[in-house]
């Protein structure tokens, strides 16, 4: 059987990974809907060979349509209802419905079950979130996480295209010696990094921290797991990296979690130090799996554990796990 899929914001940064990772995994597309706001609507795209018109997205974009993937934005708010209704399924990736108690919220290595009970749309989580969730989950299972204390390295490509074009406008000026203007980012980002990604909320923690807490919560299906975060935007292009520190109810060496992260789907370790091996987004961009490596245990604590992860945000973190909760769908026969 083959679906119809329409991508709404479909000239992004996510969109454009959607398009390539439904084709790279031979999503079954039967018509392909690009969609986009006024700004793009009417202008053609070329990709792997074929050329698209983009529509504009609006309530009657959707007739016909299967399963509707929601780069991010404000169109989510605006118009995944009227992908509901029209019959679609919705995947939304922006952050509108993550918290929302009739939405699931989906990693499909952590929580595949979630997609089961959606009332016509499916939240795609944070991508900082999304990566730390497949790292921990076999953690979790094997011995009980308590407590996580993480510190992100965030690349420019989550603020979009245009965090690539500020670091590159950005730090050939510095070399230059010219004036630096941000405009993405709250301050220079060359030769920089700024621990500030996102809006200032509660208790003087970002809306991107809250996330990586209220979410992970969510997704593991833990509302009391004890989470604290500080995210940082890095001068990197792209893939997240994450140090995490967690506590642990049991017992569990360095040797054993290995071994049950090396098991775990989605998940690629990367950890001898004597090779110095351990990931780097220079390595993970481009890739699907989550990367693990700096593997340590944490003797300041009863059970205590130090991984460093790091992903794709752009694929994993966003576009990659869309489509793989589209692909849960169809296997759970949910569609
Ligand atoms: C960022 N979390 O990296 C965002 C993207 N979703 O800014």
Request: proline share 5%.
């Amino acid at each position: 059987k083959k679906y119809n899929v329409a991508i709404v914001g479909a000239t992004g940064a996510v969109g454009q990974e959607l398009l390539k990772v439904l084709r790279e995994r031979n999503f079954p597309v039967g018509e392909l809907r690009l969609l986009a706001s006024s700004r793009s609507a009417g202008k053609t795209m070329e990709h792997a060979g074929e050329t698209y018109t983009i529509g504009l997205t609006d309530a009657q974009a959707f007739q016909g349509i299967d399963i509707a993937l929601f780069a991010g934005g404000s169109a989510s708010t605006e118009f995944a209802q009227a992908a509901v209704d029209a019959g679609a399924v919705v995947i939304d990736n922006s952050s509108a419905f993550r918290m929302n108690p009739d939405v699931p919220l989906v990693v499909p290595e952590v929580n595949p079950e979630d997609v089961d009970w959606h009332k016509g749309i499916i939240a795609n989580p944070n991508c900082s979130t999304i990566i730390m969730a497949v790292a921990l989950k076999p953690i979790h299972d094997a011995a009980k996480i308590q407590r996580v204390v993480v510190s992100t390295y965030q690349a420019v490509s989550g603020a979009g295209k245009e965090g690539i074009t500020e670091l590159t406008e950005q730090t050939r000026q510095v070399l230059a010696g010219e004036a630096i203007a941000p405009q993405v980012f709250a301050h220079p980002i060359a030769f920089n990094l700024i621990p500030h990604i996102d809006v200032f909320q509660d208790g003087d923690y970002t809306k991107e921290e809250w996330k990586m807490i209220k979410e992970t919560q969510k997704i593991m299906h833990e509302p009391s797991m004890k989470i604290t975060a500080t995210t940082v935007r890095v001068p990197v292009y792209r893939s997240h990296s994450e140090s995490i520190n967690l506590e642990l109810e049991q017992p569990l060496s360095a040797a054993e979690a290995k071994e049950v992260l090396a098991k775990a789907p989605g998940v690629i370790v990367v950890d001898d130090v004597t090779q110095k091996k351990y990931p780097m987004p220079i390595d993970t961009s481009d890739h699907d799996e989550v990367y693990v490596g700096r593997i340590r245990e944490d003797k300041t604590v009863t059970y205590g554990l130090n991984l460093w992860v790091v992903a794709d945000q752009i694929r994993k973190g966003a576009a990659t796990n869309a489509i793989q909760i589209a692909e849960t769908l169809i296997a759970r026969h949910k569609l």
